[in-house]
């Protein structure tokens, strides 16, 4: 297990899923090095000094081809200038590259330039250099028509538009939580670090159908593991939201249909709650899950990790509303009426007390 880390690029997209996961592991809070900090070599120096691992997240992605180039190496420049005025420099040295390196493109070949300085640097000194190729990323929060197809698609449709393809061809994706986990060296949560190959039509169709079911309030066919982090990375980009459910009552009672599953049950259970009691804050790194209220008085917040912005919400067992926990966002709800709350909870898939996928975090 990895003891002090420094992280460049920490504030973007998979720089944001390498600090969730390791907050989920229990890992010290990396140290953060901003673009200024990588600009000093001195101060870059003292930021790192003596630690175990610093993992190389920075980089250039999108631009004209001349600034995608050179700004991948002038970065890895910029930190191989750090590691050699360091007094004390760090025991391993870990570069997120691509499968791209080398590949003949402005992109593809700055990364392989930069891959070379840092290992030539980390030899200078020493240390252990990991040279970590990584294919297409995908997951929650990523940046449309920056950081992959799936973003673009994915805000396409959930500003109610449709993806359009020109030129298919085919992807090798991997989860961004799953390329933090071999940022880290450490196991993937839930499953193997494994890729999935589709096509960009395969994805824009796939998404598509998401969405359509979605709307609906109703949770599509997610048939494997790939499935459920693409149908998260999409409600990723829905601004969270009750969404009123239809409460059919006559001299019997009421009924409320509260969840409708395409190819897949999950685990349904049901909570009562007495006045002024919480339940919750945690949040989850892939699970889908539901809340509605059938009986009482409630509110329900959330909070994306590593954020300050919380999101509450009203809800009424008189006036039902679906409300869906995005992943890697705090939760909770607490009882505020006068009575014995009533909730009733959905999750795709069955609790497992040795993989729960529930991380404490107060919203």
Not at 32 to 51: E, M, P, T
Not at 91 to 118: E, I
């Amino acid at each position: 297990m990895p003891g002090t880390l420094a992280v460049t690029g920490a504030g973007g997209f998979l720089g944001w899923h390498l600090r969730v996961l390791a907050r989920s592991l229990g890992l010290p809070e990396p140290i953060l090095v901003s673009r200024a900090d990588l600009a000093s070599a001195q101060r870059l120096a003292g930021l790192i000094k003596g630690v175990d691992r610093v993992i190389h997240v920075a980089g250039v992605n999108r631009g004209e081809p001349s600034e995608v180039a050179e700004g991948n190496v002038a970065l890895a420049r910029q930190l191989c200038a750090g590691l050699r005025a360091c007094t004390t420099p760090p025991k391993r040295v870990v570069f997120a590259n691509s499968v791209q390196a080398g590949n003949g493109t402005p992109y593809g070949d700055g990364k392989a330039a930069a891959a070379v300085l840092l290992a030539e640097t980390t030899r200078w000194f020493g240390s252990q250099f990991d040279d970590v190729l990584l294919p297409n990323l995908f997951g929650e929060h990523g940046r449309p028509r920056y950081n992959s197809v799936v973003a673009t698609f994915c805000r396409l449709l959930a500003d109610g538009g449709a993806p359009q393809v020109d030129a298919d061809r085919e992807l090798d994706l991997l989860h961004a939580t799953d390329a933090a986990a071999l940022l880290l060296g450490e196991p993937a949560p839930g499953g193997e670090c494994d890729t999935t190959r589709r096509t960009v039509r395969q994805l824009a169709d796939q998404l598509t159908g998401f969405a359509a079911t979605y709307r609906r309030g109703e949770i599509p066919a997610l048939t494997d593991r790939f499935d459920v982090r693409l149908f998260n990375t999409y409600r990723s980009h829905l601004a969270p939201a009750a969404v009123p459910l239809s409460r059919h009552a006559d001299a019997r009672g009421a009924l409320v249909e509260a969840v409708k599953v395409h190819a897949g049950g999950g685990q349904t259970f049901c909570s009562s709650t007495v006045p002024g009691v919480t339940r919750g804050q945690h949040y989850h790194l892939a699970k889908v899950e539901r809340f509605v209220v059938v009986r009482g008085e409630a509110e329900i917040r959330m909070r994306r990790v590593l954020h300050d912005d919380v999101v509450l919400f009203r809800v009424s067992g008189e006036q039902p509303a679906l409300v869906d926990m995005p992943t890697m966002w705090a939760h909770d709800i607490t009882n505020v009426g006068g009575g014995e709350l009533t909730t009733l909870f959905w999750a795709n898939d069955l609790f497992d007390p040795a993989r729960p996928d529930t991380y404490p975090e107060a919203v």
